[in-house]
């Protein structure tokens, strides 16, 4: 799928939950199917690691592969359907500015941080360590079983016609976004990225912003 850029007409002003989360910090929100979420890159380049969960159903998750097979493209944009382990459509993505979103990078870890890195880079910030703190704040009993392959919002991994693969500077700005509706109850699993060592956050990891609106 190539990027199909697309704006929404959604007025912030309207939305029934506006929140900014600052880099390095996990997040849990509960959308009702029929809601919009929007995330939004404030500063540009930002990674936004992340994962959905049927929020009636915590076993049924999103599926990057079923993802990429179902919409036959490794990028997600406008028009593509986050699909579960189940089969079923958790959200559509209804609008994007930015056009292009990695689900093939994975999340960074202590032990990526550590391999890819250095050795004193292990016990940095990472994503898993964010999802795991924002699961357990969440408390139904979620923990490392519950994380699969996540969703990298605004990340740049471009795979070439050799089906290499690699960390580039970002395609994102400021400002730009992804809106999503939500096909069912979701529970959306958020860590915004606080990674230092390669160029997925520029170096400089920054706040984003979401907002949630009714379904009209
Ligand atoms: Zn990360």
């Not at 990695?102 to 880079?121: F, H, M």
Request: charged residues 20%; contains cysteine.
């Amino acid at each position: 799928m190539t990027s199909v850029l697309k704006e929404s007409h959604l007025d912030p002003k309207k939305a029934i939950f506006d929140e900014v989360v600052p880099s390095g910090r996990g997040f849990t929100h509960e959308l009702s199917a029929g809601q919009i979420v929007r995330i939004v890159d404030l500063e540009g380049n930002q990674a936004v690691d992340t994962l959905f969960y049927n929020a009636c159903d915590l076993d049924e998750r999103y599926s990057a592969s079923d993802t990429v097979r179902a919409q036959r493209s490794l990028y997600l944009t406008t028009g593509t359907k986050l699909v579960s382990s189940e089969g079923r459509t958790m959200l559509d993505i209804v609008a994007d500015t930015c056009g292009r979103h990695d689900t093939i990078g994975g999340a960074c870890s202590a032990e990526s941080n550590q391999v890819r890195y250095a050795l004193d880079k292990k016990f940095m910030h990472n994503c898993r360590d964010s999802f795991l703190l924002a699961l357990s704040r969440y408390g139904r009993g979620m923990s490392k079983r519950d994380l699969a392959s996540n969703i990298n919002f605004f990340m740049n991994v471009p795979v070439t016609p050799e089906g290499g693969l690699s960390f580039e500077d970002g395609v994102s700005g400021p400002g730009r976004y992804v809106e999503m509706r939500a096909e069912m109850d979701i529970l959306v699993l958020i860590s915004n990225c606080p990674q230092l060592n390669n160029p997925c956050n520029a170096y400089n990891p920054t706040p984003i912003r979401l907002l949630v609106w009714n379904g009209t």
